[in-house]
């Protein structure tokens, strides 16, 4: 499942701060109605923030990083011997 995370940040940074202020404002199943609630936050705050649209897949290890994860764990098993992992 694909969730769409609206994420506002301040349009206009002080300065003298490196992180720019952000928060979440919600996390949807329909990129149209996280479109529609950034829109609307972005109206709410008067121009301050702009949002940001993130889509994310929920419940899901990419096979990259799984893949990764299973060569480190087997070189691992392989250097001390540990014989939980065949």
Known sequence: MI?????MELVE???NKT???KYVLGVYTDPEEAKQAGTIEEGWRYGK??????DYVLDKISDQKAAWALKELMTENLITKDKRLG
Request: hydrophobic fraction near 40%; avoid cysteine; charged fraction near 20%.
């Open 3 to 7: 969730v769409y995370i609206v994420q």
């Open 13 to 15: 940074q002080k300065p």
């Open 19 to 21: 992180d720019p202020f």
């Open 49 to 54: 923030y702009k949002f940001f649209l993130h």
